[in-house]
């Protein structure tokens, strides 16, 4: 069976992107090269920015879910760091509680805060 080994993200500016993901979720930045940089998740699963190739496109429309108990707090606390508000903290179908931001500095990229049902 596979499994996911790595999420690799298409940035202009993978620099900016992984300081400002650092700084709004505290995630440690293992690696920063300028075209090339990784972040250490508490999932375990690193997440890697690459500067686009010479005509490759750069990553659009992708949401990144994180699992938070309180999905309020999370909010606040991304806002807070410099995130921007996409959708307000709301309880959504099958009793889950969710609630989006964005990073100026990752174009593209969505993170849904949400608390797991059950």
Same mark, same amino acid.
């Given at each position: 069976?596979?499994?996911?080994?790595?999420?690799?993200?298409?940035?202009?500016?993978?620099s900016?992107?992984?300081?400002a993901? %650092?700084? +709004?979720?505290?995630? +440690?930045?293992?690696?920063?090269?300028? +075209?090339?940089?990784?972040?250490?998740? #508490?999932?375990?699963?690193?997440?890697?920015?690459?500067?686009?190739?010479?005509g490759?496109?750069? +990553?659009? %429309?992708?949401?990144? %879910?994180?699992?938070?108990?309180?999905?309020?707090?999370?909010?606040?606390?991304?806002?807070?760091r410099?995130?921007?508000?996409?959708r307000?903290?709301?309880?959504?179908?099958?009793?889950?509680?969710?609630?989006?931001?964005?990073?100026?500095?990752?174009?593209?990229?969505?993170?849904?805060?949400?608390? #797991?049902?059950?």
């Amino acid at each position: 069976m596979s499994a996911i080994r790595v999420v690799t993200v298409i940035l202009e500016d993978p620099s900016a992107a992984a300081q400002a993901l %650092h700084r +709004t979720f505290g995630w +440690t930045v293992d690696s920063d090269f300028g +075209t090339f940089a990784s972040l250490a998740l #508490p999932t375990g699963i690193p997440l890697w920015i690459n500067a686009p190739a010479p005509g490759e496109s750069v +990553t659009g %429309h992708l949401v990144l %879910h994180l699992s938070a108990d309180d999905v309020d707090a999370a909010f606040d606390q991304a806002v807070e760091r410099g995130a921007v508000a996409v959708r307000e903290p709301q309880d959504m179908d099958f009793g889950e509680r969710s609630a989006c931001v964005a990073v100026d500095a990752a174009p593209g990229l969505v993170f849904d805060f949400s608390r #797991p049902i059950g």
